[in-house]
């Protein structure tokens, strides 16, 4: 099993570009998670979706938006990158009636 | 809402000593606390958790102890090692829910050799 993939791994954007961070998890779980790591700060909830079709915001959705078309697969969008957004991103998720979360390797993503 | 304060952000130990990262918490309503480690590079894992049920649980050589009269709890690392160097994240969570977590700063451990 490969667990939480995260594609992709790097990627500069300019201000105002558009892209989509995809994260896969074969594991079947229901809950999926989006986090961003930044510096002095911890990880902070984006967005989360308890299952498919389904998603809700976190603690700082703005900027962003997600999907979950597939059980297996959550995606990130920033539809007008800005500088602030500058980050990693780390997707996790787990199973119904367990806590623990299982995260992926990370996307580092700069915008200039 | 929920706040997770962690200290210290850095600790530096010489390895064989111990190393101990504290956390409060601001909501009663948590009941659910785990502790993750974040190697450089790689995604945060979960080491131990603790529920608060029970005041400590201890598995090798690391150890957690939660005071909820207090808000607090605490992982305590015995006879560290070089490979135990790492960001270590507590967090807080209602056992059972929707398992969002929130999480402290980080606390950089360095085990010097």
């Known amino acids: 099993n490969a667990g939480v993939t995260q594609t992709p791994k790097f990627r500069v954007l300019k201000t105002g570009q558009s892209m989509t961070l995809l994260c896969a998890q074969d594991m079947n779980h229901e809950y999926m998670y989006w986090y961003r790591q930044d510096p002095g700060m911890g990880l902070r909830l984006i967005h989360y979706s308890v299952g498919e079709g389904t998603t809700a915001k976190g603690e700082v959705p703005d900027g962003y938006n997600v999907s979950r078309l597939k059980k297996q697969n959550f995606l990130l969008g920033l539809e007008s990158a800005a500088p602030s957004q500058t980050s990693v991103y780390f997707c996790a998720s787990k199973r119904t009636g367990y806590n623990e979360q299982f995260f992926g390797p990370g996307t580092r993503l700069t915008v200039l | 809402g929920e706040n997770v304060e962690q200290h210290p952000s850095t600790l530096s130990v010489q390895e064989g000593d111990s190393a101990v990262i504290k956390c409060t918490y601001s909501d009663s309503a948590s009941n659910y606390f785990p502790w993750y480690k974040q190697e450089l590079g790689k995604g945060p894992q979960l080491i131990i958790d603790?529920?608060?049920?029970?005041g400590e649980k201890k598995d090798q050589r690391i150890a957690v102890t939660l005071n909820k009269t207090a808000k607090h709890f605490s992982l305590h690392i015995t006879e560290t090692q070089p490979e135990d160097s790492a960001v270590y994240f507590c967090?807080?969570?209602?056992?059972?829910?929707?398992?969002?977590?929130?999480f402290g700063k980080g606390t950089k451990l360095s085990v010097k050799p």
């Open positions: 603790i529920r608060s049920n029970v």
């Open positions: 967090a807080a969570s209602v056992w059972g829910s929707q398992g969002n977590l929130i």
